[in-house]
T-cell receptor, first 111, second 111 residues
Framework: EAGVAQSPRYKIIEKRQSVAFWCNPI?????LYWYQQILGQGPKLLIQ????????DSQLPKDRFSAERLKGVDSTLKIQPAKLEDSAVYLC?????????FGPGTRLLVL | GQSLEQPSEVTAVEGAIVQINCTYQ??????LSWYQQHDGGAPTFLSY????GLEETGRFSSFLSRSDSYGYLLLQELQMKDSASYFC????????????FGAGTTVTVRA
């Protein structure tokens, strides 16, 4: 079974630029999550999708972050404009009731 | 809100036993998970306790006491490859696998 796929793996941008991350969950997993992990901290949930609907986006900074999951499969997370404090690893995860499975993450550095 | 407390660092020698404690205060509780994360890698699932008691998986064991809002991860026969960060995470939703993570414990194994 293929795992959660993410791209790109690394991204370096300057502040105020925009950036987008892509995630393809494990086949058949209806629930998809985006987590932000700042260096030295645990992952923090940004947004949760069930199929193509948003279940929880209470911790998503909506003035600069947006996410979508068209057709209930792939998802994209966008930051516009980026700030220095957005430097982090962005982890996509998907789940069935058996557990939560993470992708390799996108490491973002904002200069 | 969600609050999970775990020690920030633990150091031990090869072959030793390490216990990582986790106490939690969350608005919902449907189980305690443990994840391992190597530098630059994604969090990978280690264990899950939905009910009180001990779960054993090879060299790793996890314990939960819901009445004490407490759990621990026990790493036995430590190996160099066990050097990593370990996160406790509370499942906060009954119908999906939404997790709230602690800040992580860095385990360093020395020869």
């Amino acid at each position: 079974e293929a795992g959660v796929a993410q791209s790109p793996r690394y991204k370096i941008i300057e502040k105020r630029q925009s950036v987008a991350f892509w995630c393809n969950p494990i086949s058949g997993h209806a629930t998809l999550y985006w987590y932000q992990q700042i260096l030295g901290q645990g992952p923090k949930l940004l947004i949760q999708f069930q199929n193509n609907g948003v279940v929880d986006d209470s911790q998503l900074p909506k003035d600069r972050f947006s996410a979508e999951r068209l057709k209930g499969v792939d998802s994209t997370l966008k930051i516009q404009p980026a700030k220095l404090e957005d430097s982090a690893v962005y982890l996509c995860a998907s789940s069935l009731l058996t557990g939560l499975y993470f992708g390799p993450g996108t490491r973002l550095l904002v200069l | 809100g969600q609050s999970l407390e775990q020690p920030s660092e633990v150091t031990a020698v090869e072959g030793a036993i390490v216990q990582i404690n986790c106490t939690y205060q969350t608005s919902g509780f449907y189980g305690l998970s443990w994840y391992q994360q190597h530098d630059g890698g994604a969090p990978t699932f280690l264990s899950y306790n939905g009910l009180d008691g001990l779960e054993e998986t090879g060299r790793f064991s996890s314990f939960l006491s819901r009445s004490d809002s407490y759990g621990y991860l026990l790493l036995q026969e430590l190996q160099m490859k066990d050097s990593a960060s370990y996160f406790c995470a509370v499942r906060v939703s009954k119908n999906d696998y939404k997790l709230s993570f602690g800040a992580g414990t860095t385990v360093t194994v020395r020869a």
